[in-house]
């Protein structure tokens, strides 16, 4: 047998019903946009996060005050993520892309896990600030941002979604074409 290289992380990409031909429909060139924007940059953004054999990525609104969202199933057999699209910047979006696959690559490295409602990072139990919390009080918002998973992906959000930007705006516009 001869070397090769590990597999790439193989990527998923759903539209929602809703934004291709319902209610959400003035939101479909943006999910349009972040279609192929994964798919032909994948290779390149697949080699930045450890990731899972496949990934997931639903683009859909998501009710309530969350933008984002990153999930590993209860085996860890399954791994998606999920963006809602209505933002009121393209940057925005890149932003949440790279903050929900830097959750991707905190639970396949096993640096982040769930455990009974608790969480372990970097192997110490740490309280988890649930999100239903958030909505209170701007102290538990806080402190669900600054929880160390929360600060990272954030981090990593910010600069992933500076440096691709340029990129991401070239696929703008191109309504109707789905890679
Ligand atoms: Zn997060």
């Keep these: 047998m001869k070397d090769c290289e590990p597999n790439q992380a193989r990527i998923k990409v759903e539209i929602a019903t809703s934004i291709d031909y319902g209610n959400y429909k003035a939101h479909k060139a943006i999910a349009v946009q972040i279609n192929n924007f994964i798919k032909l940059n994948w290779s390149k953004i697949s080699k930045e996060f450890k990731l899972p054999d496949l990934?997931?990525?639903?683009?859909?609104p998501i009710k309530g005050s969350f933008v984002g969202w990153a999930r590993q199933s209860a085996g860890g057999k399954q791994?998606?993520?999920?963006?809602?699209?209505?933002?009121?910047?393209?940057?925005?979006?890149?932003?949440?892309?790279?903050?929900?696959?830097?959750?991707?690559?905190q639970y396949v490295s096993g640096r982040l896990k769930h455990v009974n409602g608790a969480r372990i990072w970097l192997g110490s139990l740490v309280p988890e600030v649930k999100k239903y919390a958030v909505h209170s009080s701007q102290k538990n918002l806080d402190k669900y941002r600054n929880q160390p998973w929360e600060a990272e992906a954030r981090r990593v959000g910010g600069e992933k979604s500076e440096e691709y930007m340029a990129v991401f705006n070239q696929f703008a516009g191109v309504k109707g074409l789905r890679l």
């Design 55 to 60: 990934l997931t990525v639903k683009i859909r």
């Design 79 to 105: 791994y998606s993520i999920e963006i809602d699209p209505r933002r009121s910047t393209p940057k925005q979006i890149l932003d949440t892309l790279f903050h929900e696959l830097t959750h991707i690559d």
